[in-house]
């Protein structure tokens, strides 16, 4: 029987490794007699020895974080760190009322909940409009606002379109925090005044319309259990070229799930057939100013409470806090589409962007404009770099394609055997636990365009799993399949309501029409494309990458997704299933910025990818910079889909280095990973603890990326 892919688990943390301490909130205000108690020792310190403003300041912050009245607790035991409904019995989001407000709720232990209520249409006249419900969620600084060092909050976007915001700061937040912040101890007041003040950040994300656990939901489908055989009817039909009939599938079925959206959209009134007009980029924009303006707004008024408490007219900390109305600036990271996001808001509000990294650049231009055609010039340089650390690897043990003839050989090997499955599946007997199985060309080909996306994570499994196929066992690869299998079976509360109630909508997922309804609304030109023409931007596909230009869709379906920790399926639209799924959808946007896309913003956004990236090649960074004169390029000489797929120290270092003091990297710079698939850690143990501290927090978000 192979090994199992599991067999060989991530390397843990070394004993003594730091972690992150947890983040304590309070139910409830203490009373005014402690408060009294702080004061007193305040003005007993001030008499003993003189302090700083800036020292002062700090106590004055620690008096003022033991008077403010507590967030309310919404309990989330066991609640997955995908922060959908489905994992927490509805308990967070739902007793959440949204507001024109961020009110926070503590939530997911540690984090702070708030759901925003803003216009679904942005540009109507009428005040009783349908409304949109953003859900939020923050990993509060580790000062509070009137410090001195608060940064301010980074807001996040993981792409997709459609992947979950919340999701990915509930896994990836703590790690982005590090990134961003100082590694001065925030809780000491003796710090280098010679440089610049070290700076602390909250960081923050949310769902955009129609993901996960913002409302109302948007579904083509009458319940999440009919989306998910929808779904297994797919896989079992295969991929664009998996077999000679497969296209005639492909295209009938991609059309009737679109062309019947449309129809359900066009015919209906419901507020989730309205969202479908409100649902592609640029009303997400507006949704983020919102966001970063009601933030100011929640910061202006924590700060009032402590220039009420000392009676203080400070300028400095009034003019640090206060809300500026109309003028809030953006501190972002986006990655994949969310680079698309931030280039767009850094098009059309150019003079709020004060910090903004892209990450994993996708052609703004060519995304807008439907092409898809920018995106694979890289993708099969991973299986060069998949064959060169394997060859290093230096025993099967390490790599399960090891072949000691080198590279050239482990290369063919691979690709030998991905391509054995055509027309040629491999049937598996019921083993132990698992039920029999058929492997297929299909799923030997969305394990390869998982195991691109994240090398580090998934290489040494995807090795296992082809070592699998090449002993024609397929044990392993069964297993693989099975043990992430699980179906949503309607709740009671679905039973007892109609087709495509909001009560039969599953968040947690990523859905296929959302992906669609997102994408379609923001391009311009595949609506009606007709076969012959699909055919032959289909070969451009295949021509521009072996590997996966067969590709339609190859995310992994909900029902085979239940890892609440694992990002690995979450969004990985292919671009024969994205120019596909566009050619039945007929719903046009109701608001819909054309460009163009570049222009000077207020600070110069910093732009990063590795070099050998599946989705998004370096090359596109590159050519968004020219259109942001002022930004600068930054490269990381790694595998995978975007800098988190590859821990870098140096890396992390840099971006810290920009959201600190808006430094950006000198041209041509290109740094290196600190650990590779097969191989391992390349440059040891690092000697200042806090590197290797920083080293395996990144090496945690690499492995759930």
């Given at each position: 029987m192979a090994p199992s892919p599991k067999a060989r688990a991530a390397s843990p943390p070394p004993a003594g490794a730091a972690k992150p301490a947890p983040v304590k909130t309070t139910s409830a205000a203490p009373g005014w007699g402690e408060v009294a108690i702080a004061l007193s020792v305040l003005v007993v310190l001030g008499l003993t020895r003189l302090y700083t403003g800036e020292e002062l300041g700090l106590v004055k912050d620690y008096v003022f974080r033991s008077s403010v009245k507590g967030y309310d607790y919404l309990g989330s035991k066991g609640t997955g760190s995908n922060g959908s409904e489905s994992s927490t019995g509805g308990t967070v989001w739902k007793k959440i009322t949204p507001s024109e407000q961020l009110v926070y709720h503590a939530c997911f232990d540690g984090f702070q909940c708030a759901r925003l209520d803003v216009p679904m249409d942005w540009n109507a006249t009428d005040e009783g409009g349908q409304r949109v419900a953003v859900a939020f969620a923050k990993l509060p600084a580790r000062v509070p606002v009137t410090d001195p060092r608060y940064g301010g909050l980074i807001l996040l976007n993981p792409g997709g379109p459609g992947g979950s915001g919340i999701k990915h700061v509930l896994n990836h937040g703590k790690t982005i925090q590090m990134i961003a912040d100082s590694d001065q101890d925030p809780s000491s007041t003796a710090y280098d005044t010679s440089t610049a003040t070290p700076l602390y950040f909250d960081v923050a994300s949310f769902d955009p319309r129609g993901v996960n656990n913002t409302t109302p939901h948007f579904s083509c489908f009458p319940t999440g259990l009919s989306r998910q055989l929808w779904q297994m009817q797919s896989l079992s039909e295969g991929i664009l070229g998996s077999s000679d009939d497969a296209f005639a599938s492909v295209w009938a079925r991609t059309n009737a799930l679109t062309e019947g959206c449309t129809h359900r959209v066009l015919e209906g009134n419901t507020t989730e057939d309205q969202l479908a007009y409100h649902m592609n980029t640029t009303p997400v924009v507006a949704d983020m100013v919102a966001l970063i303006e009601a933030h100011g707004q929640w910061r202006d008024t924590e700060a009032l409470g402590a220039r009420t408490i000392f009676h203080t007219k400070h300028n400095a900390l009034t003019?640090?806090?206060?809300?500026?109305?109309?003028?809030?600036?953006?501190?972002?990271?986006g990655f994949s589409y969310g680079t698309v996001l931030g280039a767009t808001f850094a098009a059309m509000q150019p003079q709020r962007i004060h910090r903004a990294v892209i990450d994993g650049v996708a052609d703004a231009v060519d995304y807008y404009h439907s092409g898809w055609m920018a995106n694979l010039d890289d993708t099969d340089l991973m299986l060069d770099a998949f064959s060169s650390n394997c060859f290093a690897a230096g025993t099967p043990d390490r790599c399960a394609l090891y072949d000691p003839a080198g590279p050239d050989a482990i290369k063919a090997d691979f690709l030998r055997i991905a391509h054995s499955l055509k027309g040629h599946p491999l049937g598996v007997p019921a083993h132990g636990a698992f039920a029999p199985d058929l492997i297929t060309y299909?799923?030997?080909?969305?394990?390869?365009?998982?195991?691109?996306?994240?090398?580090?994570?998934?290489?040494?499994?995807?090795?296992?799993?082809?070592?699998?196929?090449?002993?024609?066992?397929?044990?392993?690869?069964?297993?693989?399949?099975?043990?992430?299998?699980?179906?949503?079976?309607?709740?009671?509360?679905?039973?007892?309501?109609?087709?495509?109630?909001?009560?039969?909508?599953?968040?947690?997922g990523v859905l296929d029409e959302t992906t669609t309804a997102i994408l379609c609304t923001d391009g311009d030109g595949t609506f009606g494309m007709s076969e012959a023409e699909f055919r032959s931007y289909w070969r451009y596909l295949q021509e521009q990458s072996g590997l996966i230009g067969d590709s339609c869709d190859t995310r992994l379906p909900s029902f085979l997704d239940d890892d609440d920790d694992d990002d690995r399926y979450q969004q990985k639209p292919s671009e024969a299933h994205i120019r596909m799924a566009c050619v039945g959808w007929g719903i046009q946007p109701k608001w819909r910025y054309g460009g163009p896309f570049g222009g000077d913003t207020a600070h110069p956004m910093l732009i990063v990818g590795t070099s050998r990236d599946p989705v998004?090649?370096?090359?596109?960074?590159?050519?968004?910079?020219?259109?942001?004169?002022?930004?600068?390029?930054?490269?990381?000489?790694?595998?995978?889909?975007?800098?988190?797929?590859?821990?870098?120290?140096?890396?992390?270092k840099a971006i810290r280095a920009y959201f600190q003091t808006g430094a950006l990297p000198l041209p041509g710079t290109v740094l290196e990973d600190d650990e590779r698939p097969f191989v391992g850690r390349t440059k040891g143990v690092f000697g200042d603890g806090r590197d290797e501290e920083l080293f395996w927090a990144l090496r945690g978000s690499a492995v759930r990326f």
């Open positions: 003019e640090r806090t206060r809300w500026r109305k109309g003028e809030e600036k953006l501190l972002y990271w299909t799923d030997v080909n969305w394990a390869i365009r998982s195991a691109l996306y994240s090398p580090l994570r998934d290489f040494d499994t995807l090795a296992v799993l082809l070592a699998d196929v090449r002993a024609r066992n397929g044990s392993a690869f069964a297993a693989h399949k099975q043990e992430k299998q699980a179906l949503d079976l309607p709740s009671s509360e679905c039973v007892d309501a109609p087709p495509y109630a909001q009560e039969c909508q599953v968040p947690g998004t090649p370096i090359r596109n960074a590159h050519k968004m910079a020219t259109r942001f004169p002022s930004a600068a390029v930054l490269e990381l000489d790694a595998d995978g889909h975007c800098t988190i797929a590859a821990p870098s120290v140096a890396t992390a």
